[in-house]
C-alpha cells in the first residue's frame, strides 16, 4: 500500500523561500505521475506542479517560474522548491500520485493517492 506522507511547511515572509517534500512509502507503480496541489479555504483545490514518469514537468500559471518539482532517482520522495513566495501562495499543500497522463497533471480528480496537507504561509 503507497503512502505519502509531506513535509516542509511553514510560515515565510514575502519573497522567502520553502522546500516541501512528499516521502513515498510502498512501492509506487513505476507509470505513476506525481504532483503538488494547494487548497486556499473558499477556493477550488488546484494544481501547482506535476511531474510525469519521463520527467516532463508542469507548472501552473501563478507559478510564474518560482517553483521547481523533482523527485530523486529511486523515485521514493518528491520535492517542490518555492522561491519568492508571496502571501497569495498561502494555502494547504498536498501530494498525490496516480496514473496521469502528462498533459493533465494538474487535474486534482486525476489522482488516486493524496498524502496530508501540509500549511504554508506567506506574510506580506
Not at 49 to 75: C, M, P, W
Not at 91 to 119: E, S, T
Amino acid at each position: 500500500q503507497v503512502q505519502l506522507v509531506a513535509s516542509g511547511g511553514g510560515s515565510v515572509e514575502s519573497g522567502g523561500t520553502l522546500r516541501l517534500v512528499c516521502e513515498i512509502s510502498g512501492v509506487i507503480p513505476s507509470v505513476f505521475s506525481m504532483a503538488w496541489f494547494r487548497y486556499i479555504p473558499g477556493y477550488n483545490r488546484e494544481g501547482v506542479a506535476g511531474i510525469f514518469t519521463d520527467g516532463t514537468a508542469r507548472y501552473a500559471d501563478f507559478v510564474e517560474g518560482r517553483f521547481t518539482i523533482a523527485q530523486d532517482n529511486a523515485k521514493s520522495t518528491l520535492f517542490l522548491q518555492m522561491d519568492n513566495l508571496k502571501p497569495e501562495d498561502t494555502a494547504m499543500y498536498y501530494c498525490a500520485a496516480g496514473r496521469v497522463h502528462k498533459h493533465r497533471l494538474l487535474i486534482h480528480h486525476d489522482f488516486g493517492i493524496w498524502g496530508q496537507g501540509i500549511q504554508v504561509t506567506v506574510t506580506a
